[in-house]
């Protein structure tokens, strides 16, 4: 991820965003003082979502020996540490905002998913005070943890899609109508999403649900082509993979929500400007393939049953 490239898209986005912003804000009787930061806007949001490309492990390392050191020619009004972590707090909404419009493109191959979102070691969860009444104890395939989960929908081309925080007690199922509202085809998960109830909903969606079964569900018989696809799920833990890990949207240092939530949006806008994300590499040609042998009966047959 080139730096100018980044901070050039940033900077259209903010421009365009801070005029709207200032008329959808309700105007009050109090008077207010508008002063302008040393940083704009797409200043501080750059800073923060490049952290997520670099190779440092802790941001305020990444300010104080990087930035402050390499970037000084491109940001020549750095503030201190300290005031740039105030600022952080302003980039918020502007965050959430850029990330929507950086999601990919619906193409009907849908894969959804949860992982963990540990805030803090097991042993201090008690003590913890900045997520009082907000994080919640959950259990992942490494055990059980205390924080939440990042529910995520992509495509096929590793693009995200659609996602949500939620505290980590929260059913997988739960989220799932809500975050596939605009989308439609074919939406493939575990077996934690086996639900009667939740396939009629997404079917009334135009979207229909996908699952492995468990050991005591009777096999079925389903096309090929969505045994195929079904195999390759494993393509979103990729994806998780890569955000906890490259992106690191997950650290136990948190020191208010706010910037918890920026930590995780910058690192999902991050992760968008990858140049190669994990991707089924399907063409045209072989989804079509795959259609046409739906229509023999001996291979579906003998391929489809799980």
């Given at each position: 991820?080139?730096?100018?490239?980044?901070?050039?898209?940033?900077?259209?986005?903010?421009?365009?965003?801070?005029?709207?912003?200032?008329?959808?804000?309700?105007?009050?009787?109090?008077?207010?003082?508008?002063?302008?930061?040393?940083?704009?806007?797409?200043?501080?949001?750059?800073?923060?979502?490049?952290?997520?490309?670099?190779?440092?492990?802790?941001?305020?390392?990444?300010?104080?020996?990087?930035?402050?050191?390499?970037?000084d020619k491109y940001f020549p009004n750095l503030v201190s540490y300290n005031r740039f972590v105030e600022l952080k707090k302003s980039a918020l909404i502007p965050l959430c905002w850029y990330l929507h419009l950086r999601r990919g493109q619906n193409t009907g191959i849908n894969f959804v998913d949860s992982t963990s979102l540990e805030i803090c070691l097991n042993q201090r969860a008690k003590r913890n005070r900045v997520f009082k009444e907000l994080a919640n104890w959950g259990k992942s395939s490494l055990g059980w943890y205390f924080g939440f989960k990042l529910h995520l929908i992509i495509n096929e081309f590793g693009e995200i899609l659609s996602f949500m925080i939620t505290p980590a007690n929260v059913d997988d199922r739960k989220p799932v109508p809500e975050m596939t509202k605009n989308l439609f085809g074919k939406?493939?998960?575990?077996?934690?999403?086996?639900?009667?109830?939740?396939?009629?909903?997404?079917?009334?969606?135009?979207?229909?649900?996908?699952?492995?079964?468990?050991?005591?569900?009777?096999?079925?018989?389903?096309?090929?082509?969505?045994?195929?696809?079904?195999?390759?799920?494993?393509?979103?833990?990729?994806?998780?993979?890569?955000?906890?890990?490259?992106?690191?949207?997950?650290?136990?240092?948190h020191r208010s929500v706010c910037n918890f939530m920026v930590n995780v949006i910058a690192g999902i806008i991050a992760y968008t400007y990858q140049d190669k994300k994990p991707s089924l590499n399907l063409t045209i040609e072989d989804l079509d393939s795959l259609q046409e042998a739906d229509f023999l009966p001996d291979q579906t047959l003998a391929l489809a049953i799980i």
């Open positions: 991820m080139e730096l100018e490239k980044l901070f050039c898209d940033v900077d259209d986005f903010c421009s365009d965003f801070e005029k709207k912003w200032q008329r959808e804000l309700l105007a009050t009787s109090d008077r207010k003082r508008h002063k302008k930061f040393n940083l704009c806007l797409s200043e501080v949001m750059t800073i923060i979502i490049y952290f997520h490309q670099s190779s440092y492990r802790n941001f305020k390392d990444y300010y104080t020996k990087h930035v402050c050191t390499f970037f939406l493939f998960g575990d077996r934690g999403y086996i639900s009667h109830k939740l396939f009629e909903l997404l079917f009334q969606q135009n979207l229909q649900l996908i699952t492995t079964i468990k050991k005591n569900m009777k096999n079925r018989l389903m096309p090929l082509i969505d045994k195929i696809l079904l195999r390759k799920r494993s393509l979103i833990e990729t994806v998780n993979d890569q955000l906890k890990n490259i992106s690191q949207i997950q650290h136990t240092r």
